[in-house]
């Protein structure tokens, strides 16, 4: 191994130790792990105990280890698996290389509490929407696909911003960022085309509820106004 790649994967195996050991101190029973995403085997080795156990085929498992590779500028991620989404099967969440080039490591450990946690909880226990609806492995491959990733992403983001509320960190550049990111989010939820389903107008009236609840809480909302449908 030359030298820069032994120095990558020297950093890369500290990150992971440090992971393992910040997961043992904040455990979750909706992770499975956290694993670094140049530690793919981990991964690997995740997909093929849910193989083994019968929850997912071939395919699934060598499509989701493709996507681990493709996550382009995501700097975290709870892999999506339609078939044991809300059944109680523990997710790992992967955190990739530009986490750290963005983010400290408070900051790291604050997402992957109050964002990834989320995700994985959404994905591990389905999400009861407000109607009584359940997302879960039944329905969530009817829904319209940037309609669930605007639902998941949306409740991440409340849950992250909700404990900066709490902490009393509405100056924080961190919270600035998720402020906006919520704002856009909400506009980007409401020019989604395509809602035809039964789930996706439930979806809909849930996030439009959540949204109209929570949103006026954010210092930023004065300066906000909700997109027309």
């Known amino acids: 191994m030359d030298e820069p790649n032994k ?3 020297t950093i890369t ?6 992971l393992d050991l910040w997961f043992a101190q904040n455990p979750n029973d909706a992770v499975a792990g956290i694993y670094h995403k140049d530690r793919e085997k981990r991964l690997g080795k995740y997909l093929y105990g849910l193989h083994q156990r019968g929850h997912i085929g071939i ?13 382009g500028q995501a ?3 709870v892999p999506h698996v339609p078939e044991i989404f809300g059944k109680d099967v523990p997710l790992p969440v992967v955190v990739a290389p530009l986490m750290y080039r963005t983010h400290t490591k408070p900051q790291v450990e604050f997402l992957l509490q109050y964002h990834e946690f989320q995700h994985a909880e959404d994905h591990v226990r389905g999400i009861r929407l407000y109607d009584g609806t359940m997302v879960d492995a039944a329905t969530v491959e009817t829904a319209n696909p940037k ?3 605007m639902l998941l992403e949306s409740r991440a983001l409340l849950c992250e911003l909700t404990e900066h509320l709490r902490r ?12 906006t990111s919520a704002f856009n989010t909400t506009d980007q939820f409401w020019r989604i085309r395509g809602v035809n389903t039964s789930i996706d107008f439930s979806i809909l009236q849930d996030r439009k509820r959540a949204f109209y609840e ?14 027309k449908r």
């Not at 395919?59 to 996550?71: A, C, D, G, H």
């Not at 509405?170 to 402020?179: G, H, I, M, R, W």
């Not at 929570?214 to 997109?227: A, K, T």
Request: hydrophobic content about 25%.
């Open 7 to 9: 120095r990558r994967d």
């Open 13 to 18: 195996n500290k990150r992971q130790r440090d």
């Open 59 to 71: 395919e699934r498992m060598v499509n989701t280890l493709r996507k681990n590779q493709k996550t």
């Open 75 to 77: 700097m975290a991620y």
């Open 147 to 149: 309609l669930l990733h």
């Open 168 to 179: 009393g960190e509405t100056s924080s550049d961190e919270f600035k960022s998720a402020q």
């Open 214 to 227: 929570f949103l006026p809480e954010l210092p930023g909302f004065r300066n906000y106004s909700f997109p």
